[in-house]
């Protein structure tokens, strides 16, 4: 195998990563403060998410063929020619386009950014040293969400809502600067055949269904507007052809015979209940401590800095501890703690205390470290070399539809959640009542998350260890 310098090259991957996974949580804090500033409403701000996530969603798709077609190096400079750009312009944007068009690019950037860093650990690291590396990722896709909110918060209460892209920007140009030193074309560039109508198919599939996710959480209308069912039905059809279609082709754009492998099924299934727990968990905690316990979103966010900082912390540790024991003893107790915190949250009360909830959050997070990555490269690991790009693009463009999926269940749940109770108070308009309805809605989403974590246990059961046997294969096919 040859040598590689892994750590700068995992130092500037990292680097960027970790300043593209924090400006899309960090914008989220400023939402209502960008309302106010471009005058607009709550349904046109939420497209500065939902835009970032659509991009995201027809773009994951597509990096297995694009990683066949670029070297690393390109497709590195390329993402992060495209995240500086779109962070220069977030940073002077004047009104709200020049902020949406920002976001598109930044999410193109990233979008490419994630597969490129799976794919290149899957081929720098060998079998037995790769959960320690994903460990990493692992670190930078926990931590950096959870530290975004907290400095946006400090940011926009002391200066302007810009200066969350101002600070972002020397980061990633000096990731960019580490990344051209060090970062070595990795994967073999074989320019498989560009097929048009699976990218069209993907594109509507995927898009379809994550914007209809997307568009069903915001409360107006719901599930039953019109453009809502549409998009779904319109995506699920596009996606149905889109998998027939591949599985006919001789070289697909997306190869479904990663489905031929048990564990990166199973691994696959455990990555998906796990992004939906926590995006279903960390969009109503928040609106939980804001509007129910009615705390500053510097409060709230610093409330959750702890668990998710130590989320962040562990990963790398649960990735040594699956180099060495293997994925079950970590991911099936790992989720019974999930299922156990999500059940006391399930419970909680505008009395209960602060640190009752912290330490909750934290028992969450911690149990979520212990599923995540040694699921998930257990599942890649089963997959011979020439899979990997596929198997990065498949996890990576479901994770994004279950985070819709999962946002889009937890914002409705509550939200039907808040109108039962309020349907049966007495003075619906008083604030304390308010509070009370949001405490019932969050329960519920708890319970929802819950019941996602039972079944992800089931399934848990099912994880074996898998023995990496592909090394000598290589040369054979």
């Known amino acids: 195998m040859k040598q590689y310098n892994t750590r700068a090259i995992m130092a500037s991957l990292l680097i960027c990563g970790f300043v593209g996974m924090f400006s899309e949580t960090a914008l989220n804090i400023a939402i209502s403060n960008l309302m106010d500033v471009f ?23 597509m990096t297995g063929l694009l990683l066949q077609w670029f070297t690393t190096r390109q497709l590195f400079v390329v993402s992060l020619a495209s995240s500086i750009v779109g962070t220069f312009i977030a940073a002077i944007a004047i009104n709200f386009e020049m902020l949406m068009v920002a ?47 907290t400095v946006a918060g400090l940011l926009i209460e002391y ?14 140009i000096i990731g960019l600067f580490v990344g051209l030193k060090y970062l070595e074309n990795v994967t073999e560039v074989t320019k498989p055949r560009i097929d048009l109508p699976s ?17 069903a959480g915001e409360s107006e209308g719901g599930w039953g507007s019109t453009i809502v ?31 031929k492998y048990p564990m990166f099924i199973v691994g696959l299934l455990m990555v998906l209940s796990c992004m939906m727990i926590i995006l279903s968990s960390m969009i109503i905690l928040p609106m939980y401590l804001q509007n129910g316990m009615g705390l500053s979103a510097f409060s709230a966010g610093l409330m959750l800095l702890p668990g998710s900082a130590l989320n962040g912390i562990l990963s790398p540790r649960m990735g040594r501890l699956f180099d060495k024991y293997g994925p079950r003893w970590l991911v099936i107790p790992g989720l019974a703690i999930v299922a156990a915190m999500l059940w006391f949250f399930s419970g909680i009360t505008l009395a209960s205390s602060i640190a009752f909830i912290v330490s909750l959050h934290i028992g969450l997070m911690v149990g979520i470290s212990m599923v995540w990555m040694p ?36 914002i409705s749940i509550l939200t039907s959640g808040m109108e039962k109770y309020l349907h049966k108070s007495s003075a619906p308009t008083e604030l304390k009542e308010m509070a009370n309805a949001m405490t019932f809605g969050s329960q519920d989403v708890f319970m929802f998350a819950m019941i996602v974590t039972l079944i992800g246990l089931a399934m848990a059961f099912f994880i074996r260890r898998v023995v990496v046997k592909h090394e000598t294969m290589n040369s054979m096919h």
């Not at 200066?159 to 990633?172: A, C, D, G, V």
């Not at 257990?378 to 999926?405: K, S």
């Open 39 to 61: 005058k607009i409403s709550a349904a046109t701000a939420q497209w500065l998410t939902t835009g970032f996530l659509l991009t995201l969603g027809i773009l994951m798709p």
């Open 103 to 149: 976001r598109v690019l930044q999410a193109v950037g990233m979008g490419l950014l994630i597969p490129l860093m799976f794919n290149t650990i899957l081929v720098v690291y060998p079998p037995d040293k790769r959960g320690a590396a994903m460990g990493f990722v692992g670190l930078v896709i926990m931590f950096a969400p959870a530290t975004g909110p």
């Open 159 to 172: 200066l302007t809502w810009h200066y969350i892209f101002w600070l972002s920007l020397p980061f990633l």
């Open 199 to 215: 990218i069209l198919l993907s594109t509507i599939g995927f898009g379809g269904v994550v914007f209809g996710f997307s568009k």
């Open 229 to 259: 069912i549409t998009s779904i039905i319109i995506g699920l059809i596009a996606l149905g052809i889109f998998v027939l279609r591949q599985i006919f082709m001789r070289e697909p754009m997306m190869n479904l015979r990663v489905f």
């Open 375 to 410: 699921s998930q490269t257990n599942g890649l690991n089963q997959l011979p070399p020439e899979l990997y790009p596929h198997g990065t693009a498949v996890m990576n463009t479901l994770q994004q539809v279950a985070g819709a999926i999962g946002t889009a269940f937890a």
